[in-house]
């Protein structure tokens, strides 16, 4: 069986979602009356998001490694009196994070340690104290390139080798045969990559109370509140496509569809095509009451 829920994420799709979760650490400091003296990243995993953390915040980020059963802490002298600690690992599938807090209290029992993820397993029964995107699919960093995507394992069952660990494959998936015949068109040559779905909207029929069978012609030209209410089973056939086939390039041809389908599969390339033009579609809904905030 394909590991279908197992997902690749890119950097600037891990930064994005990290940039995301800045507000959600502020806040976190508001609220608790502190702020962070230190960030401590988990190795490896816990750098890239830890130093994207620390500059934002303007303050010092050390490591802590897991050896065996113990960790071991890098840290600057001049850090050694820290009191507020943000603990960060990437994904949190489980309680190692809150182990390693464990062990830190044991070393630094005055501190006061926090843990950050911005992925969330959502099958762990605990989650970090601050956390971002929560989902039911697992994700391989980008550090860990194209070694755990449906294709990636189809690959090595197929061939019976490794190679596919190092190989920059990726799975294209487009709306419709006409999307896929533009791009064609549009790059002068013919697409030969074997890891190519098109989604085929003849073949899919929903039970609603609407009447609708048409999905084609009734999501095409449909506005953002249709696709988030009556039509929005319609559109999840759509994005069950894209998570099923471990699609990492969507290629949309109606902008409304590629907005909400960009909110609901964070980690993929969403391309919007208009005519001679390709744009990478990145959306997430903003919370209109944050607004009263702002400076303007």
Not at 62 to 89: C, H, P, Q, R, Y
Not at 193 to 203: K, P, Q, T, V
Request: proline share 3%.
């Amino acid at each position: 069986m394909l590991p279908t829920n197992v997902f690749q994420i890119d950097y600037q799709d891990l930064g994005n979602l990290i940039w995301n979760d800045l507000s959600s650490i502020l806040d976190y400091e508001n609220k608790n009356l502190l702020k962070f003296d230190l960030v401590l990243a988990k190795l490896k995993n816990g750098t890239f998001p830890g130093s994207i953390v620390s500059n934002s915040l303007n303050i010092p980020m050390a490591t802590i490694k897991v050896v065996v059963d113990d960790i071991e802490l890098f840290v600057s002298k001049e850090n050694v009196e820290i009191k507020n600690i943000l603990l960060v690992d990437c994904i949190y599938k489980d309680n190692e994070l809150d182990l390693i807090k464990e062990k830190l209290l044991n070393q630094i029992p005055n501190a006061n340690i926090v843990t950050y993820c911005p992925l969330v397993y959502s099958e762990t029964i605990k989650k970090p104290d601050i956390y971002g995107l929560v989902s039911n699919h697992y994700f391989m960093p980008p550090w860990n390139w194209n070694t755990f995507t449906s294709q990636t394992h189809l690959e090595r069952l197929l061939n019976n080798n490794n190679e596919s660990f190092n190989k920059n494959t990726h799975t294209l998936g487009f709306c419709s045969k006409k999307s896929f015949n533009d791009i064609e068109l549009l790059i002068g040559q013919q697409l030969k990559n074997e890891w190519i779905e098109i989604f085929d909207f003849s073949n899919k029929k929903i039970n609603t109370t609407s009447n609708i069978s048409s999905l084609e012609n009734n999501l095409e030209h449909s506005s953002i509140e249709e696709l988030k209410t009556k039509k929005k089973n319609f559109l999840e056939e759509k994005t069950n496509f894209i998570k099923t086939n471990g699609i990492t390039h969507f290629i949309e041809t109606d902008f409304n569809q590629a907005l909400i389908i960009s909110e609901l599969c964070p980690t993929v390339h969403i391309l919007y095509l208009k005519e001679k033009y390709l744009f990478k579609i990145y959306s997430k809904e903003f919370d209109k009451n944050k607004l009263i905030n702002l400076n303007f």
